[in-house]
């Protein structure tokens, strides 16, 4: 069963511009991983510090595999710093 996968990361005031390039590095490797189906990055509307990246995974095990990949612990390394607040993961199915 597909799977959605949103996290949510709340920015430092001045480093969008830093997180939206890492987050689109991030991207480049994330489109070649098995299982991988789509995503998009989104901003809220009210307080736009705050970015979503939503993701669709033919499965959960397919998720699991890119959270614990190399390139993708680097990246999030270099985006932890911009941060103000730990990110929040949510893993979600269609009912």
């Known amino acids: 069963m597909a799977v959605k996968v949103l996290i949510e990361r709340h920015v430092k005031k001045g480093k969008e511009g830093d997180l939206v390039e890492l987050l689109n590095k991030l991207r480049m490797e994330l489109i070649s991983q098995p299982g ?5 990055l989104l901003q809220n509307q009210k307080d736009k510090s705050i970015i979503f990246a939503l993701s669709t995974w033919l499965s959960e095990l397919d998720w699991k595999s890119w959270e614990g990949n190399p390139k993708r612990l680097e990246i999030e390394s270099q985006i932890e710093p911009l941060l103000t607040e730990p990110l929040k993961l949510t893993i979600a199915t269609s009912f």
Do not use: F, P
């Open 36 to 40: 991988y189906v789509s995503g998009e």
